[in-house]
């Protein structure tokens, strides 16, 4: 995701002043984060950047409060302020989420371990360690001895299959900003479909996983 | 809606969605004197009475329901223009081009705004029915989605609330369609691709004999 421009760009019009403004970033990352099926990266520069300008208002709006200012416009920043905590918080929660459910598959994958934040890796290695007590504590040392692990059915499976992982295949719906012409859908190239700009498609999210990364497609 | 444990369900609440909507732009008649507002979301204003400017949705139902401005209705929400959008949804079968918020818009201003929009009752009626004979043709689009061949669906000019509102439905279907026209590859060919992509399919095997 590109950092963009930020606000002080001299564009006119207030669409392509609002494509790089990080509140329209951190709604892009919402969205894709709340219907994509696995975690994604973690935008760490917008995350910080957001919580810098959040701190900077919430300074502003108490000044504003004990210098008498007018009590709606205070009102309206502590609406636009409260708009945008929200987007940050649910952004931050959804993260979490899929991480307690994917948690013992994220350990393992150094790829997706490595889309987490410093303190995401924290909650979930705590949090991991917290199931894992939990399931040998309530079930598992009482099963005979091949069946005690919490990441295998027994000790005769080849893999780890009682992790759950996230499921790749599931549909998404996206939208493309531009036209993206012709797209190879899956690996033997059977199925080519075309993307035109602001066109919702319903398709699997292992096939448009790259462009959502890329941030050419929106998830919605 | 947080807590969800179905990875399938609606990703977005109707909640969620308004809140979407609500940073569209729409023109405003102000009745008071403002300076410039500096929001994280974006700079707006200055204000001054009687002098249209364009504000963000939540803005606008904010300044009006402390009685300081009017809501000018968007151009698209005129009798004339929508009974122009029902017409041709009745006559075609393909979608006719709306704000992609629209249902939230319209429902945000009969919400808090009624007084401002010309005709009211009629507008208003237009919509439903436009909703209406919409959702029509999203179920009778949906009937004729064949079992073997469909790997993507293109949903040309949904709204935002119609697409959240099929999600479920449309994402559980195709990945049956995709599940089962996957293992039917299998059983052609014995490739080990195909074969790797089983073992993610779910996070249980069956229990091997021993």
Redesign the interface.
């Known amino acids: 995701m590109d950092s963009g421009a930020g606000?002080s760009s001299a564009a006119d019009d207030?669409e392509s002043?609002?494509s790089t403004?990080?509140?329209e970033l951190l709604?892009s990352a919402w969205?894709n984060e709340?219907?994509a099926?696995e975690i994604l990266n973690y935008a760490a520069d917008l995350v910080q950047r957001?919580r810098q300008?959040?701190q900077l208002?919430e300074e502003m709006v108490e000044d504003y409060i004990n210098d008498g200012v007018?009590p709606?416009?205070v009102?309206?920043?502590q609406?636009?302020?409260d708009?945008?905590m929200?987007l940050l918080r649910?952004y931050l929660?959804?993260r979490l989420?899929k991480i307690e459910?994917y948690v013992f598959h994220i350990q393992k994958t150094a790829e997706e371990w490595n889309r987490l934040s410093k303190q995401e890796q924290k909650f979930a290695s705590r949090f991991a360690g917290d199931i894992k007590h939990h399931l040998d504590q309530s079930v598992l040392s009482r099963l005979p001895d091949q069946y005690q692990s919490h990441l295998r059915?027994?000790a005769?499976?080849e893999?780890d299959?009682?992790?759950?992982?996230p499921?790749?295949?599931?549909?998404?719906?996206c939208r493309s900003k531009k036209y993206l012409g012709t797209y190879q859908?899956?690996?033997g190239g059977e199925?080519l479909?075309n993307i035109e700009a602001d066109?919702?498609?319903?398709?699997?999210y292992k096939?448009i996983k790259p462009l959502v990364e890329s941030g050419q497609v929106d998830l919605? | 809606m947080a807590g969800t444990s179905d990875p399938h369900a609606s990703a977005f609440s109707a909640a969620e969605l308004e809140f979407l909507a609500e940073d569209e732009m729409i023109e405003i008649v102000p009745n008071l004197r403002m300076d410039a507002l500096n929001f994280i979301s974006g700079d707006f204003g200055p204000f001054r009475p009687q002098i249209p400017t364009q504000a963000p949705l939540w803005l606008a139902v904010a300044l009006k329901k402390r009685g300081k401005c009017t809501i000018r209705a968007p151009e698209w929400m005129s009798v004339d223009k929508l009974t122009q959008v029902l017409e041709a949804e009745r006559d075609s079968d393909k979608f006719q081009p709306l704000p992609f918020h629209y249902v939230e818009i319209s429902r945000l201003l009969f919400d808090h705004a009624q007084g401002d929009i010309p005709d009211t009752y009629m507008v208003r009626s237009l919509i439903e029915d436009i909703k209406d004979v919409r959702f029509h043709k999203i179920g009778k689009g949906l009937e004729s989605i064949s079992g073997g061949g469909t790997f993507a669906l293109k949903l040309k000019n949904l709204s935002a609330m119609e697409a959240n509102i099929v999600r479920p439905f449309v994402t559980r279907a195709l990945e049956t369609f995709y599940k089962l026209s996957s293992s039917d590859m299998i059983q052609e060919t014995d490739n080990a691709p195909n074969r790797q992509q089983t073992a993610n399919r779910g996070p249980r095997r069956q229990l091997k004999d021993r």
């Not at chain 1, 299959?161 to 992982?165: A, F, G, K, Q, S």
């Not at chain 1, 499921?167 to 719906?173: E, F, R, T």
């Not at chain 1, 066109?199 to 699997?204: G, H, I, R, S, V």
């Open positions: 606000e207030y002043l609002m403004t990080d509140a709604k969205r709340k219907a099926p957001s300008q959040i208002m007018d709606l416009t009102s309206l920043y609406i636009d302020l708009r945008t929200f649910s929660r959804t989420q459910k059915q027994s005769a499976s893999e299959d009682m992790v759950p992982e499921q790749l295949d599931s549909y998404v719906v859908l899956n690996d199925e479909i066109d919702l498609y319903a398709l699997p096939s919605v």
